[in-house]
């Protein structure tokens, strides 16, 4: 609350009203309505703001850290988050870059996951360093804009953040080959405030297959191995979510048949809507329910349509085929902006969420409380679980697993390895 004040008076002076009012509590604004089916898109698209002002939306994937790397060298002194990089170098000339505090706040975003992301062509090399190096670079460009924005590590922060008008910010690690298949690497990311891990991104780990390489290339990995299945649960131990977008369905069904916690996909689209291993099919979707997890909708057309055009409709085509084979409960948002260069039309950038949330209004079958889920409750209630068994499993000891030396050491020969125990005893 006192951190609330500050804000109000940062914000006064700023003279931006409207989030004065939210800054104010939720009392202040105007109770969403449902709007009637001869409502005006303008109509809608005010209901969609008061809805969105009424309830968080929590994005569950962005990718302008990475072009922080290549845009910049993570070199932050002429980058102002709090800008409109519409109008800077090189952000304006890029189909990659659609992200900037000003829009997110035009767009509604409560809580934003930033992709802590690291090629998989640094596997077996510097992933750690380059992880390490994203995160710092993240948490620079936050602290420069710390009037508008914080990293936050728990639900609790991210409704206080809402609460105060203000964007709450949140690191995912993508992929696994970041972890450099140890435990302990783990476990300091959650230390250092990372709350999901997307567990591969296009290529296999040493314990994990992903849905996109071609076989023959890398032709050995079959879902999960059984080092990743004591992955899985530390994970569930620690209150760091599961990221299954990237995986391939084997690792998905192996995580699913493992998991003490609810999943996420960070952001990925419906198999049966266009058919590529990147996109969730049916079945993993039906289970989805069972496990309590979410899809969180990715907005690249490539995914949508199979093409490289897309439309709101696509999006809303996707949430609707999800929400039928896995149910309302299990489907939210993870855009993937800055990481996609072709975006559908009228969802252009982070300012255009409402624009979607205007259009779901057209439908009488989401009523408010379902669109409110979709915005971000769903995220919540998943996110609260797996605070909840981390709470659950207090008294569990960190696992001391090592993944088994051969897995590992034909792709993998140079780096400081650990000693046989008779040879170790041997020198004390
Ligand atoms: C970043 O931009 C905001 C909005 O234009 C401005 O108020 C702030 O002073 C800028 N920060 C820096 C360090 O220039």
Known sequence: MWRCGVVLTVVVTAALKVVVVAGLGCSASPLPVRVSASATHQERLAAAHSLLQESPLIDGHNDLAWNLRKFLHNKLHSFNLSTDLRQEKPWRRSSFSHTDLPRL????????????????????????QLLLEQIDVIKRMIAASSHETTLVKSTSEIEAEFGCGRVASLLGVEGGHGLGSSMGVLRALYDLGVRYVTLTHKCHTPWAECSEVDAEVEPNARGLTSYGKELILEMNRLGMMVDLSHSSSHTALDVLATTRAPVIFSHSAARALCAIERNV???????????????????????????????????????????TMAGVDHVGLGAGYDGINRTPSGLEDVSQYPELFAELLSDPSWSLQDLKKLAGLNLLRVFARVEQVREELVAEKPSEEIIPIHDIDSRWPCRYKFASLDEAAGHT
């Open 105 to 128: 706040r035009q767009g509604r975003v409560a809580a934003q996951f930033w992709s802590v992301y690291v090629p998989c062509e640094a596997q077996y090399m510097n992933t750690v």
């Open 281 to 323: 099919p049916d079945d993993i979707l039906s289970s989805l329910a069972t496990n309590g997890g979410l899809v969180m909708v990715s907005f690249y057309n490539d995914f949508l349509t199979c093409s490289r055009t897309a439309s709101i409709d696509s999006v809303v085509a996707h949430i609707n085929h999800i929400r």
